[in-house]
């Protein structure tokens, strides 16, 4: 009898315990936001996630599965915004009921490993760049590379192209510019974020290729420009479509960023592949956030804004650090307008929309 | 007849037939799920089979994401040539260490080399992709790759000058591709072939071995004339063994085989495993699209081949033991 008594009070402390534990749980699980996708964003992702915590904001719990995942992740609302490298097709965004803004820029530089060449004072071109990962031009000393680079003494060593094994963004942007000044490039492999080269071998991530690129005489490859300047790369410079040959650097990416088409491009996908100017660097690219426009949480949506707010404001020093660009001030205010189609209801989430 | 203990007290009856249940549901578990996961893996992958053609599919080698257009062909001469290679090169020396190990190591070597050995099983086949990656690899094409260009020149490459395919150890000795990978795989499956080798050598019967000594016969007449003939099915299981594993290495592959998804055209060329391909494009492969199917179908073909090869080795290893 005594037993009975005691036990179910016993009970109801631990039960009151445990569900004690459980909401607590459940409230610091909902002030963790998620996202899935690019890992070409990633570094600065993570950076803003540890400064805006730090600064007492909501956790970010970003998972670069790469870009493809990233759509899918979004598309079955697994998670809270998805993160994609290529912009995503309006008649795809349109369906999924999805909003995509950029978040931040990003540019792709040329690496190369040539034995007694200074790689940061080469010239090379688009059109050449596209030959050898057709396996058109396979040695270092052709005629062509040494007629853009007079004075250069150029060895007999073969052209060694090193790519990215696994689809990877970085790849999207590189074929989508060698597609666009290489028309046999164009029909023969075409861009996507994993093609099938002619020539070469494949490493696995910027690192792979940058390590790749090292270990190989005459080996060149393609990396975020963030890797090529951490692991003291050689980068050669490229032409750009005004005929100018200029050496990759944040002001050159700026340039290109400024001139971007970003007012009449839909869904902001504006392209800075290619771009006339004479300082502007010819690869560069901004990464995209995908948000659901009926979102489930709107709570949680609303958090993602805040804090992407809260980037575009306060995350200039994580961008430089990391060598990515930020976007222009214009272009911050024409995602925050793209935020005001989330709805709840009838009424947007983001504050900000009137 | 099994006798069953206590079979008229019925309540210990009914415990132990309950264990035997559970005992049968465990087991049935393991069984469904590989039925299960073969048909997934069919199911997921048919739409590849179905635009292809199986034998389209296995016999194409083109690999384009950009056009949607996908064969199997070249991933899976990957993943069986540099089996191959590496079975070549793990197989004499794996037995050789089975039979040093059995024969003619002093006895208070054998456990700490034999330990040894079985420790490179132990190593996570991550680090032999790193391994391979930063050291082997400069190492093959520096050093390797051009003596073996310069002392192999005189074959000739096949089929003929008109229509090459295959150039044996010419072209750019970029360090990673087919012989690399296969070197790797070589020493990964080597603990798991030297230890069934071993095994394997230890059943001949010490009866016979002395025999042949009595006879005046030699080691080496001892080992081809007596031992090799008395376990030939089990050795051949050991291979087969270290096959299986080397068919499904993923993470070392990918590092230092050069995933180019094209058919190799020489021992330095740089290509693409089943596993390799599979790791490599997976994350990226949008749900429902082609591409994500034809990763399925090379799922099925890689269960289906390492399924048969595990298969006749235990078949061969118990022949072997039968004999």
């Known amino acids: ?354 | 007849m099994t006798a069953v203990p206590f079979e008229n007290s019925r309540k210990l009856h009914l415990g132990e037939s309950l264990f035997k249940i559970l005992l049968y549901v465990a087991a049935c578990v393991v069984l469904v799920t590989l039925a299960a996961i073969l048909i997934i893996l069919f199911v997921s992958g048919k739409d590849a089979f179905a635009r292809f053609g199986i034998v389209g599919f296995l016999t194409t080698d083109q690999w384009d994401p950009v056009r949607d257009l996908y064969g199997a062909a070249a991933p899976i001469v990957g993943t069986l040539a540099s089996a191959a290679i590496a079975l070549a090169i793990a197989w004499p020396l794996g037995f050789g260490i089975a039979y040093f190990l059995t024969e003619i190591c002093p006895r208070r070597l054998r456990a700490p080399l034999g330990i040894a050995i079985e420790l490179l099983a132990a190593i996570p086949s991550i680090v032999y992709g790193m391994w391979g990656f930063f050291i082997l690899a400069p190492f093959m094409s520096t050093s390797i790759e051009p003596w073996l260009t310069e002392n192999f020149s005189w074959l000739p490459v096949l089929p003929n000058d008109m229509n090459p395919l295959w150039f044996w150890f010419q072209g750019a000795p970029v360090g990673v591709g087919l012989l690399t990978a296969g070197v790797v795989l070589a020493i990964m499956i080597l603990p798991f072939i030297a230890a069934t080798s071993r095994d394997v050598l230890l059943t001949t019967p010490q009866l016979l071995k002395d025999g042949g000594y009595a006879m005046g016969a030699t080691r080496w007449e001892v080992l081809t004339g007596v031992v090799i003939p008395a376990v030939r099915g089990s050795l051949f299981g050991a291979v087969f063994l270290g096959l299986g594993r080397a068919l499904g290495e993923t993470m070392a592959v990918t590092f230092v085989i050069g995933n180019a998804n094209r058919l190799p055209d020489g021992f330095f060329a740089p290509t693409a495993s089943i596993a390799s391909i599979v790791a490599n494009t997976f994350p990226e492969a949008d749900a429902g699209s082609m591409k994500l199917a034809a990763l399925f179908a090379l799922g099925f073909i890689l269960f289906v081949v390492s399924f048969f090869v595990l298969a006749l080795a235990r078949l061969l290893l118990r022949q072997g033991r039968m004999a």
């Open chain 1, 1 to 354: 009898m005594k037993m009975s008594k005691i036990m179910p009070r016993r009970m109801a402390i631990g039960a009151l315990a445990a569900i004690a534990a459980l909401a607590s749980a459940g409230a610091a699980f909902a002030d963790e936001i998620t996202g899935a996708g690019a890992t070409f964003p990633q570094p600065v992702y993570t950076r803003w996630a540890e400064q805006y915590a730090g600064q007492g904001g909501d956790t970010l719990n970003y998972q670069g599965i790469g870009s493809g995942a990233g759509v899918t992740q979004i598309i079955n609302r697994t998670v809270d915004f998805g993160a994609s490298d290529a912009p995503v097709a309006p008649e795809r965004l349109a369906s999924q009921n999805l909003v995509q803004f950029p978040a931040v820029i990003g540019a792709v530089v040329v690496a190369v490993n040539i034995p007694g060449v200074d790689g940061n004072a080469l010239k090379l071109t688009g059109p050449l760049v596209g030959d050898m990962y057709l396996g058109r031009l396979r040695m270092w000393n052709d005629a062509r590379i040494r007629a853009l680079n007079p004075g250069v003494n150029l060895p007999a060593v073969a052209i060694a192209p090193v790519y990215r094994a696994d689809s990877s963004g970085t790849t999207n942007i590189f074929t989508t510019y060698l597609s666009a000044v290489n028309l046999p490039f164009n029909t023969t492999i075409g861009a996507g974020s994993s093609v099938s080269f002619r020539a070469g071998i494949g490493a696995p991530g910027n690192a792979g290729v940058a390590g790749a690129v090292r270990n190989t005489r005459g080996g060149i490859g393609y990396v975020e420009y963030a890797y090529a300047t951490e692991n003291n790369m050689q980068t050669p410079m490229l032409q750009n479509r005004s005929g100018q040959f200029v050496r990759p650097s944040v002001q050159a990416f700026a340039a290109s960023a400024a001139q971007a088409p970003w007012a009449t491009a839909p869904n902001m996908a504006a392209s800075m592949i290619n771009t006339a100017g004479a300082a502007n660097w010819p690869i560069v690219s901004a990464t995209y956030i995908l948000l659901p426009k009926n979102p489930a949480d709107a709570e949680r949506s609303r958090k993602v804004m805040q804090f992407f707010d809260w980037a575009f404001r306060s995350g200039q020093g994580a961008v430089d650090a990391l060598h990515y660009i930020p976007l222009p001030a214009a272009v911050q205010n024409q995602a925050r307008q793209r935020w005001c189609q989330v709805r709840s209801g009838n009424a947007p989430v983001w504050n900000g929309c009137h």
